[in-house]
């Protein structure tokens, strides 16, 4: 089935670094990638649609110039976590729609833990 | 996307079938149901979807209502692989052409006992 990779699993750094999370779709273009946040003990929250080609849109109260998203490709999306803090530690998640129709499921990364010192 | 309402957890034995419900009153006609599920530290995973009639695939069971106000996800023969957060999801295909992303509730905990 569809296989979506996410980098790195788990970044650990210190307040004040930028952090870049890389979402490839390994076997399947994907026009469309998006990117989820899941705090602890809460439910996956999603952040942006990523467009290939074009600027992402933005989920209400999520500071687009704080993260940062680039799908120059058809396989890959990358998002950047600017200037990083403590409160920006969580679980960031990507997905694809898999190829085909509109009601195909999404697949999903793994998952890259964040925890900034 | 149009809400659902699931129980917060269930806990069921090893290698017994598990229902999960899902009540979606204010389905429409277009949404199709969708379930995932979590594994802990892990990114969701698609475990199965379907319109009207009751889907079967190598993972789970959805039986579907007649008036499609609820679902039951079903797990044949649960092992303590399948503990896992399940999240049960409505999604239109016609809404933002299959373009938007989905709509998380808290799901329901599924604890397996051995």
């Known amino acids: 089935g569809a296989v979506v990779s996410q980098h790195p699993s788990w970044v650990i750094c210190k307040s004040g670094t930028s952090v870049k999370i890389e979402c490839r779709s390994l076997d399947f273009q994907a026009t469309t990638m998006f990117w989820y946040r899941q705090f602890p003990k809460q439910s996956l929250m999603l952040m942006a649609t990523s467009n290939e080609g074009s600027k992402a849109t933005y989920e209400q109260g999520v500071e687009k110039d704080k993260f940062l998203i680039n799908h120059a490709s058809l396989t890959l999306s990358t998002l950047t976590v600017t200037s990083a803090h403590p409160e920006d530690s969580s679980f960031y998640i990507c997905?694809?729609?898999?190829?085909?129709?509109?009601?195909?499921?999404?697949?999903f990364g793994d998952g890259t833990r964040l925890s900034i010192l | 996307d149009a809400k659902t309402t699931q129980p917060n957890s269930m806990e069921s034995n090893e290698e017994e079938p598990v229902h999960l419900p899902c009540n979606h009153s204010?389905?429409?006609?277009?949404?199709?149901i969708h379930w995932y599920r979590q594994l802990p530290s892990q990114g969701p995973e698609y475990v199965i979807h379907g319109l009207t009639s009751n889907v079967n695939n190598r993972m789970a069971s959805l039986a579907i209502a007649e008036d499609r106000k609820s679902s039951t996800l079903i797990l044949h023969r649960a092992t303590l692989r399948d503990a896992a957060v399940y999240y049960c999801?409505?999604?239109?295909?016609?809404?933002?052409?299959?373009?938007?992303?989905?709509?998380f509730g808290k799901g329901t905990h599924l604890i397996i006992q051995p």
């Open positions: 999801i409505l999604r239109d295909p016609y809404s933002g052409g299959g373009a938007d992303g989905l709509t």
């Open positions: 997905s694809a729609r898999g190829p085909g129709r509109s009601n195909q499921p999404q697949h």
């Open positions: 204010t389905i429409s006609g277009t949404d199709y």
